[in-house]
């Protein structure tokens, strides 16, 4: 989990800036290497940044990184177990 932290970490403060949008943080999170792009296209398969604000990032380790709407920030949330 320590890979979406770090993650989170850099998408919240480019989120400080007033021109962040759902496109730059994807376009931040295409550098990181540690995104496994599948599973991220599958998380966001529903996607609508009209309604969901920003897309959630699944790492390698299968961590995520995730919008929190009602905080205003990203997360770091485990594995989904199962």
């Not at 970490?9 to 007033?18: G, I, R, V």
């Not at 390698?60 to 770091?76: I, K, N, T």
């Amino acid at each position: 989990m320590n890979d979406a932290q770090r993650l989170a970490n850099d998408l919240n403060t480019l989120a400080k800036s007033p021109q962040f949008s759902y496109v730059k943080a994807r376009a931040h999170a295409r550098k990181d290497d540690r995104i496994d792009w599948p599973a991220t296209k599958a998380c966001n398969a529903e996607f609508n940044p009209e309604v969901d604000g920003y897309e959630s990032f699944v790492l390698l380790d299968g961590s995520r990184c995730e919008w929190a709407p009602g905080q205003y920030r990203f997360v770091a949330r485990p594995r989904l177990s199962g």
